[in-house]
């Protein structure tokens, strides 16, 4: 070979050191930055043991992981991961000839020792041929005076396909081991980085820097040049060999014809392809590792920052209820008693004042006082909620975690990995199927336990004022009785004795409870923390896979079962239905005929039973628990975890906001039945939208007609001295700061009397004067609504009228069942006497027929309700039988027949319509309305007050609860009211 060629090979073995040195500088330089990263983390947390701090570096760490090997790699070729090494190559071989033509060596016409028995046959023809071929060269170089040389046989050397073969191909065979000797290293250097993520602390490293060098070390660096340089002496050395023997008997043809070296060539490039992706394989199975054990530990951090937050908030609950309620009650205690820590000659009258004196300060401070709100704190389930909220925060972050990662079966990133050894394991599927059914049923357990708790301290505290007052009765009957000062004395002493005892009990009971929930909330907190460890253990991912699947299986026969009893169910119903219809209509035609021919005289009054059970169904929700009754309280709903549905109006309330930032005209209006949520989804959307301006509100009241009322209410509320004029309203608001205001129960402005509408035409010439500056939402009844749209045209006047949609059944049930949970009970639907003699309900098992008796229990309730959200909460407080142990009992609740609303008098259906339409009002404003003498209001609505139609809140008369649904379908029916119900 000639020395050109031998310098084109050294250049490209140059190249090749070269090109694989700043491979290992990039790869050196791509973990170097990972550790930058993970240091610099690191560092954020050195004086910090914040668990949320840790949970957003977590997730910090992981989110930059996503952008590192995001997917899992396809295929490679050579071309695309080493282009310049194939370009430079070809570059090599372009400037090489095809055929050298070279002088056959003096060896090649020698029988050497190494030659095989077929190769020594030919090459003895072949010497005896080039022999005879010289004999006439010979016989003339006898003659010749300068003696010529013997020129030996020329022989065509492919050169290119040599240099190809021994240059390209075997360098492809050479690039499969430094790409196993590179990834090693490579991901060597990344384990260390990802242990010192998860296991050691920043004072572990010294000046922050780790020494990344030593993942690549110079001994590396002369690994990789000795294994190129070794692997270019062994093809050049292999290159001049074949160059004296090809074309000669000692090369056969075919090793180096076309289609032997296309055929190593696609043998190389195809083991290099699947090294190569192995290698991805492995580095992509390790970054998912590393990202699936910092979802969980970021989960890890979360449920630890959840439960130390719970637990400090509890304990500052703790301190405040001391500090605020049971000090103060020990302080009253302590003066009350001082009163009679006088002279023991005093006389008996003088007592007596003093007994009286203290008595009507019991009352006042402590019965009506400090007690009544330290059982209205105890009694709105702040520690139950909080726990309900953790449970809520947690299940929501589960259901953020990813799908599903890769794993390994043996848990080893220094091997290249095949894609049979890869598995696909789900952190979502593990939490959600397996891990948090257990940690709902803790919380749960926790919640009931601490509800029963609550119940007896409320009964506890309940205890003290009556203790101290029958204490003080007792020592008054005494002095009446024997006027024995000391005997009365006596009985005092003792009484606060025994009051500050019991006072002492509930200091011990609330941190019995306080002691219930952070110690319950450590070991969920711990067992569920220790759970995750063992899935960032993957070691076993059979077994992981068993665990998913048992899971899986078992929901799917649970949602089977259930989408059985759905479709039995629901062609129940549509039988059922097309009976009722026909039913309906026959009835229809009765009642017409019964009209046109019977005595119109004939009223149908509410018989005794149904008048009772309106006039008492207070009563019977008295009767239950406390904190219980709080968790149905109809009110609006402060706590968005309870909130449920109305997904549609809130997207189109953050609709009209942002048309409002951009300078449109936006001011909304709200419309639904009364108690169908519309305040509780203004405070939910308020939430929601994260307003960047602090908005201000009120709820209308009184029914006032006059515009100065108004005028002066809004005055108040936007911080303007009190005015009459609403020109001047207008001004202040244009000129202001932009804001957000917010009017509830519009239907509260206006009574449907001759100029009624004054109020509310002052109230929308304000709104539309100022909706530039003024982000106004305003709710109204749908009822009111509608009148005042075919008389005002009311919608004209606000840019987005939502209308509160029906809720499903679904949501209804959804919207209970989230209240309930709050209290930890086991809801047990109570079977009635005919489902108990059924024999396919008897057939079920115990899980079937509970879900049977819900399904049949809440279709009731909707049908009740309406998707009216308060109504449907009575109904479930009506419909508890008790409340016991770990679970509330949950009866057939029959409604009571109201079908005498239809046959009232007139001037009783047109005192509903009034009430209806206004949302309650005042004896001398239903007179007003209805254009009746007061007198007879009177007597008219103190007579269905009697029989439970109506009740008396806050000096109005409204529409019982339990009433108002069949008044609506009664007003509906006779085109009294439009609108939905």
Not at 846 to 871: C, H, P, V
Request: proline share 2%.
């Amino acid at each position: 070979m000639e020395k050109q060629y031998y310098e084109k090979a050294a250049k490209w073995r140059a190249f090749l050191q070269s090109y694989f040195q700043n491979k290992v500088d990039e790869r050196k330089e791509f973990v170097k930055q990972q550790a930058d990263f993970i240091l610099a983390k690191k560092a954020e947390l050195h004086f910090t043991t914040d668990f949320s701090a840790r949970d957003k570096n977590k997730q910090a760490i992981f989110t930059h992981l996503k952008t590192v090997f995001p997917e899992k790699p396809t295929t490679g070729s050579l071309e695309e991961t080493h282009f310049e090494v194939l370009d430079n190559g070809a570059i090599l071989l372009n400037d090489l000839p095809d055929i050298m033509v070279e002088q056959q060596k003096k060896e090649r016409f020698k029988l050497l020792e190494n030659d095989g028995f077929f190769l020594r046959f030919l090459k003895f023809f072949k010497i005896i041929a080039f022999f005879i071929s010289r004999i006439p060269f010979h016989f003339l170089n006898l003659f010749r005076k300068n003696k010529r040389p013997l020129r030996y046989w020329n022989h065509e050397v492919r050169l290119k396909k040599l240099i190809d073969k021994h240059l390209a191909i075997d360098f492809i065979n050479c690039l499969s081991n430094l790409e196993d000797s590179l990834q090693k290293e490579f991901l060597a250097a990344l384990e260390t980085v990802k242990d010192y993520e998860k296991n050691y602390n920043i004072d572990e490293a010294e000046a922050n820097v780790l020494a990344f060098d030593q993942f690549f070390a110079e001994n590396f660096r002369h690994s990789i040049k000795n294994a190129i340089d070794e692997w270019y002496e062994k093809s050049l050395a292999s290159i001049t060999e074949e160059y004296e023997l090809d074309g000669t008997v000692e090369l056969k043809k075919r090793h180096l014809s076309e289609g032997r070296l296309s055929k190593e060539k696609s043998k190389a490039l195809k083991k290099w392809q699947r090294i190569h992706h192995q290698w991805n394989n492995t580095a992509y199975a390790l970054f998912e590792d590393w990202r699936s054990e910092l979802e969980l530990s970021a989960l890890q951090a979360f449920i630890q920052a959840g439960t130390s937050d719970l637990s400090t908030n509890i304990e500052d609950w703790q301190k405040k209820i001391r500090h605020n309620y049971l000090q103060e009650i020990d302080q009253f205690l302590l003066e009350a008693q001082s009163n009679f820590e006088f002279d023991r000659e005093e006389e008996a009258s003088e007592l007596r004042k003093k007994i009286t004196q203290v008595n009507y300060q019991t009352k006042k401070q402590l019965d009506q006082g400090l007690l009544q709100k330290l059982q209205d704190t105890l009694s709105k389930n702040s520690l139950l909620n909080q726990l309900d909220r953790l449970e809520h925060q947690i299940n929501e972050r589960i259901d953020q975690l990813a799908n599903q990662y890769v794993v390994t079966k043996n848990n080893q990133f220094n091997i290249p990995l095949a894609d049979s050894d890869l598995s696909y394991i789900s952190n979502y599927e593990l939490l959600s199927f397996e891990i948090e059914p257990k940690l709902n049923e803790k919380l749960e357990d926790l919640k009931s336990k601490v509800f029963q708790k609550m119940g007896e301290l409320l009964i506890l505290v309940g205890d003290i004022d009556e203790m101290v007052s029958y204490m003080l009765s007792t020592a008054s009957n005494a002095l009446d009785e024997e006027q024995k000062e000391l005997e009365a004395l006596k009985i005092i002493s003792e009484g606060f004795q025994r009051a500050h005892n019991k006072s002492e009990e509930s200091k011990d009971r609330l941190s019995e409870i306080i002691l219930l929930c952070v110690e319950n909330l450590r070991k969920i907190s711990q067992s569920l923390i220790d759970e995750l460890q063992k899935l960032k253990e993957n070691e076993n991912v059979s077994a992981l896979k068993i665990r998913i699947n048992k899971a899986k299986a078992f929901q799917k026969s649970e949602a089977f079962t259930v989408k059985v009893a759905d479709e039995a169910i629901r062609v129940f119903n549509i039988s059922k239905a097309y009976t009722l219809q026909a039913y309906q209509r026959a009835n229809d035609i009765r009642m017409q005929l019964n009209k046109r021919f019977l005595s119109s005289t004939i009223v149908n009054e509410p018989n005794r039973d149904v008048s009772d059970f309106l006039n008492e169904s207070n009563t019977i929700i008295d009767k239950l628990p406390v904190i219980y009754k709080r968790l149905y309280a109809i009110e609006p709903l402060n706590d968005i975890v309870l909130f449920e549905g109305r997904e549609l109006e809130i997207n189109r309330l953050a609709t009209a906001f942002q048309a409002w930032e951009k300078g449109k005209y936006a001011s909304v209006l709200l419309t639904g039945e009364k108690w169908s949520g519309l305040t509780s989804l203004i405070n939910y959307g308020i939430k929601q939208l994260k307003l960047p301006y602090t908005p201000v509100r009120m709820a209308l009241a009184g029914n006032n007609p006059e515009p100065d009322a108004i005028c002066n209410k809004l005055s108040q509320l936007i911080g303007l001295e009190e005015t009459s004029d609403p020109e001047e309203i207008i001004k202040y608001l244009n000129e202001g700061n932009k804001r957000v205001i917010i009017l509830e129960d519009l239907q509260k402005v206006f009574l449907r009397v001759l100029y009624g509408q004054r109020a509310l035409s002052v109230l929308v010439e304000i709104i539309t004067a100022t909706q530039k500056n003024i982000f106004w939402i305003a709710s109204m009844s749908v009822y009111t609504f509608n009148y005042l749209e075919r008389s005002l045209k009311m919608s004209a006047f606000f840019s987005y009228h939502i209308p509160l949609s029906p809720i499903s059944s679904e949501s209804i049930s959804q919207l209970i069942i989230k209240r309930n949970r709050i209290s930890g009970f086991k809801i047990e639907f109570e079977a009635s006497e005919k489902d108990l003699n059924d024999k396919k309900f008897n057939r079920l098992d115990e899980k079937e027929k509970q879900l049977y008796l819900k399904e049949r229990f809440f279709k009731e309730l909707n049908a009740f309700a309406k998707s009216n959200i308060s109504m449907a909460l009575m109904y479930w407080l009506l419909s508890t039988k008790e409340v016991s142990g770990q679970s509330i009992v949950i009866k057939n609740f029959k409604k009571p027949d109201l079908s005498f609303l239809s046959s009232l008098q007139s001037d009783r259906i047109f005192v509903l319509l009034a009430l209806i339409m206004h949302d309650g009002l005042t004896e001398r404003q239903i007179a007003s309305v209805l254009s009746i003498d007061l007198q007879k209001i009177k007597f008219l609505v103190l007579e269905m007050t009697e029989d439970g139609i109506l009740t008396y809140q806050n000096n109005i008369y409204m529409v019982n609860t339990l009433v108002y649904r069949n008044a609506v379908q009664l007003l509906k029916a006779r085109n009294m009211i439009v609108g939905k119900s």
